[in-house]
């Protein structure tokens, strides 16, 4: 099944137990709007569904994992409700992921930025390759990474994930990511990290489902009020992309491209 929009898609492909969810964005993977609705949908509809017994989350092409928020959504931002509005579609995202019964394994083939560094967060186990760099870039527009910070911060430690919110404009290689938590396991090469992945979602697909389900909760206990967190993360940064300093930098940064 696509969903498809006027410059992206999301696309979900069940094969043997083993639902594919992939996202795409002709800018570099970036998450528009109706991208993170349409991602949080399919996440939801995988988790229902009797016949999938395990989730991959990917997205298209072999150089960017995903770009984060869309900078012609962040501009277009003209009053705090939109502002909430907007990044409520990333903290639905998230909490689908969390909510989701089925594991997710993220499938990270390249540099993730902002919000494609909360999706690898909230994914259950990723597996990345060595291009696989990763930023938080969000303060250098005047915000922060408030909607993906639960996500992770659970995942890597508040220290780790102080280094990456503070340090907005230096890149963190996918050892680093690897070594406090962020990927379970990084290969060299997207084949590679295609074998292990394809090997770990057919040893997940023929597991109990009862048990996975179980364990799940176990993993993501103490999660239960994020539902109200994130979208209270969501109008802190939904004020904020309104601010002078935002506005003039994603302007530069729209400027260069």
Not at 99 to 115: A, E, T
Not at 188 to 197: L, R, V, W
Request: proline share 3%; charged share 25%; with cysteine.
């Amino acid at each position: 099944m696509t969903q498809g929009t006027s410059q992206g898609y999301v696309r979900s492909v069940r094969n043997k137990g083993t639902a594919t969810i992939e996202f795409f964005h002709r800018k570099s993977n970036s998450l528009p709007g109706e991208i993170l609705e349409k991602l949080a949908e399919s996440i939801m509809r995988a988790g229902e569904d009797p016949e999938t017994a395990v989730i991959i989350l990917q997205s298209a092409g072999d150089k960017t994992f995903c770009a984060g928020a869309s900078f012609d959504e962040l501009i277009a931002i003209k009053s705090e409700e939109e502002g909430l509005h907007f990044f409520s579609g990333f903290a639905n995202v998230i909490n689908a992921m969390r909510k989701c019964p089925k594991l997710i394994i993220g499938r990270i083939q390249g540099k993730c930025v902002g919000g494609g560094v909360g999706l690898a967060a909230a994914a259950d186990y990723a597996i990345a390759t060595e291009g696989a760099d990763i930023k938080l870039s969000e303060l250098t527009i005047g915000i922060g990474p408030f909607v993906v910070g639960p996500a992770v911060e659970r995942k890597i430690g508040l220290s780790a994930f102080s280094q990456l919110s503070i340090d907005a404009s230096s890149w963190r290689n996918a050892q680093w990511a690897g070594r406090k938590g962020l990927f379970f396991e990084v290969y060299p090469s997207i084949s590679e990290m295609d074998g292990a992945i394809l090997k770990l979602a057919e040893q997940l697909s023929q597991s109990n489902p009862e048990a996975m389900m179980e364990m799940k909760k176990m993993f993501w206990k103490g999660t239960d009020h994020w539902d109200a967190l994130l979208q209270q993360r969501a109008a802190i940064s939904g004020k904020l992309i309104l601010s002078d300093f935002s506005k003039k930098a994603i302007h530069g940064i729209i400027s260069k491209r």
